[in-house]
Structure formats: C-alpha cells, structure tokens
Nanobody
Framework: QVQLVESGGGLVQPGGSLKLSCAAS????????MAWYRQAPGKQREWVAT???????YYTESVRGRFTISRDNAKSTMYLEMNSLKPEDTAVYSC?????WGQGTQVTVSS
C-alpha cells in the first residue's frame, strides 16, 4: 500500500527557513508527478508546488522565488525548501501523488 510521510515542519521566525521532506513507499516513485499542498486554519487546502516525473517544477504565485521543490528518486523522497518564510505561510503541509496523501507536517511562522 502507498505511504507518504512528511517531516521537517516546526516553528520558525519570519524570514527564516525550513526544509520539508516527503518519503514515499509502495509506489514506483520515479514514475509519478508529486505535489505539495497546504491548509491554513479555517481555509481550504491550497496547492503549493508540483514536480513532474521529469523534474519540471511549478509553483503557486505566492511562493515563487521563495520555495524550491525537488526530488531524489533514489531515495523515493520529495523536498520543499522554504526560505523567507512569512506568517501567512503557516499551515499544515501535505504531499500527494495525485491520489494518496500524507498525514501532513505543521509549519508555524511566528515571532
């Protein structure tokens, strides 16, 4: 069965950085487009970024230039490097292969 496990969240001050990981099992990772989503309290889940199986990347406008999505197919792991974090980036971040979801990792940006 497919498992997606996120890690790397935490509390960070505005302007700080975090790197999230999404470890996949039960799928041939290299064959899948992968994506990060986030859901802030009281808001709908929002798409953040996608990396295709060919490593093309796409970002929602609010994170472009600050976040970098990447993948390591040998480790079946996807990453989201987040820089210049803002309070409005506070959310639970989840990864998806388009059909399965991880449990999410909390990112809180606050002074």
């Amino acid at each position: 069965q497919v498992q997606l496990v996120e890690s790397g969240g935490g509390l960070v001050q505005p302007g700080g950085s975090l790197k999230l990981s999404c470890a996949a099992s039960g799928i041939i990772f290299s064959r899948w487009n992968m994506a990060w989503y986030r859901q802030a309290p009281g808001k709908q889940r929002e798409w953040v970024a996608t990396i295709t199986k060919g490593s093309k990347t796409y970002y929602t406008e609010s994170v472009r230039g600050r976040f970098t999505i990447s993948r390591d197919n040998a480790k079946s792991t996807m990453y989201l490097e987040m820089n210049s974090l803002k309070p409005e980036d506070t959310a639970v971040y989840s990864c998806s292969d388009g059909g399965d979801w991880g449990q999410g990792t909390q990112v809180t940006v606050s002074s």
